[in-house]
């Protein structure tokens, strides 16, 4: 297993709105200049939901552009399927954050679920990197909501066991709290996770408040990040020789 830590930063819910936009250029300026992540991940929510006009799809991509690391956009459920026209809003979102990370290269072997592209997975410095539509608000079509949630965790499974032998944790990104509109997931999530074995986090959005816990009796680190409107990217550190091997600066530009 290598010594050397994996670093990365991530964010979620912004930008709601313009002020935030201002916020959240500073932001993306200031990691550019200092920040020694490797790439970063948004969890989603790129705005308040109130307005899934194209044009905001455009504009925050264009400021996430602005990040000179790869960067990796997970679905939120503001521009999705809180929209009035949830099949609109998905259009405008595949076609403004689809394979985002694309846009920067990296020898990054990104890897795509067949039945959902949208969900990704990667490893990196001994660790396994998965991310999922895993959305919180509401439920706008049960059958899909239950065929995604079987998606999510057979995305899960799969990688969890072909990476098992050569990684030493795993981190799972998705947008949603957990609650019971996702037991369909988070059942077999912590099935697999049990059969894995090894550490794993399961970083979100959703909330826009800090929490970090193990809200399951399975070796699961639950954090939700702080809406970035508030504060800077966390900075998420992952080392083979820490124990936790997770940990987390929230004060990364400091």
């Not at 002020?19 to 490797?38: K, P, W």
């Not at 408040?209 to 699961?220: G, L, T």
């Amino acid at each position: 297993v290598p010594s050397r830590p994996l670093v990365f930063s991530a964010m979620g819910d912004v930008p709601y709105e313009a002020d935030e936009e201002l916020i959240l250029r500073e932001h993306i300026q200031t990691h550019n200049d200092v920040s020694n992540a490797r790439f970063m991940v948004h969890l989603g929510d790129i705005m308040s939901g109130s307005d899934c006009s194209e044009s905001f799809y455009l504009k925050v991509a264009n400021i996430l552009h602005e990040l000179t690391i790869q960067t990796f956009v997970i679905v939120g459920d503001n521009e999705w399927n809180d929209c009035a026209d949830p099949d609109e809003a998905w259009t405008f979102w595949t076609t403004h954050f689809a394979r985002f990370d694309d846009h920067q290269s990296s020898n990054r072997n990104v890897l795509r679920q067949s039945e959902r592209d949208e969900n990704f997975a990667w490893t990196e410095e001994a660790v396994l990197l998965i991310g999922l539509n895993l959305v919180g608000g509401r439920v706008h079509d049960s059958n899909e909501w239950e065929t995604r949630l079987n998606h999510d965790a057979d995305w899960v499974e799969d990688h969890f066991s072909s990476a098992q032998e050569s990684v030493y944790a795993a981190i799972v990104f998705g947008h949603a709290h957990p609650n019971a509109k996702h037991e369909t997931f988070f059942t077999r999530f912590r099935e697999a996770v049990k059969e894995f074995g090894h550490p794993v986090l399961y970083l979100h959005g959703d909330g826009h408040s800090w929490i970090h816990d193990q809200p399951w009796p399975e070796n699961i680190t639950r954090v939700q990040v702080d809406a970035g409107s508030i504060s800077p990217p966390v900075q998420v550190s992952v080392s083979s020789e820490l124990d936790p091997v997770f940990s987390f600066n929230r004060a990364p530009f400091d």
